[in-house]
């Protein structure tokens, strides 16, 4: 029963030291101001033209690295640190960012399928907390309450999984968008591929911390 415990909390610590690199490195990177001179919001903008996408809109939204894509919305949603930033890691964020919108305008297939696993991830979240703790009680006299919860937590980790080449995907487009815009050089581009490696990290971790919860699960339900 520890290893149900035990796995989240390495994870969890692996997970504080992986945000903790990217807080830090994109904090260096904001200080980096952008020869360029144009604004998180700006280089949002112009990738949209550059790729013919005229029906997303850039909006700015509160916090510290929560900068997203709405598909639903139609958005691109940039943090106050990036929205008016005229630093590498403000263009960085927004280049991935409308990296998620041009996946989507061209029909991008792991987006597809991401798309399409976000209700049955939503139910299997909400099966697998109840019936992984009723099963984990009831283990010797009913393993199969705990199998409908590693079913319902396989489909979270599939989600979790799907996740990763979105990600990757998203900052190789705008990478690739921030050089032959001419937007960042040399050592701006190196910096912004920095910032962005460990933003992508941080989905390596959780997506491994679900497999690895997965197994164990799986290694449990299916002992004599």
Known sequence: ???????????????MVV???????????????LRSGLSGREVAEKMLRDHGIHD?????????LTDHY???????????????????AAAAVAAHEVG??????????PVMWRSALVPLAKMGGWI??????????????NPTILWIG???????????VVTLPVEFDATRRGLKWLTNAGITYGEEHEAAKDGL?????????????????LLWLILLASRD
């Open 100 to 109: 998620h919108a041009v996946q989507h305008a061209a029909a991008y297939t």
């Open 128 to 141: 697998a907390n109840i019936a992984i703790m009723v099963g984990l009680y009831m283990l010797s006299s």
């Open 70 to 88: 709405n598909p639903m919305k139609k958005t691109v949603n940039l943090s106050e640190g990036v929205y008016n930033a005229r630093s590498v």
């Open 197 to 213: 490696r460990w933003a992508a990290l941080t989905y390596v971790v959780a997506a491994l911390a679900s497999i690895a919860q």
């Open 56 to 64: 997303v809109e850039i909006v700015s939204t509160g916090g510290f």
């Open 19 to 33: 945000s903790s690199r990217l807080k830090s490195r994109m904090a260096k990177y904001s200080q980096m101001q």
């Open 150 to 160: 590693v079913i319902g937590y396989a489909a979270t980790t599939l989600f979790s």
């Open 1 to 15: 029963m520890l290893g149900f415990f035990i796995i989240p909390i390495v994870f969890m610590l692996i997970g």
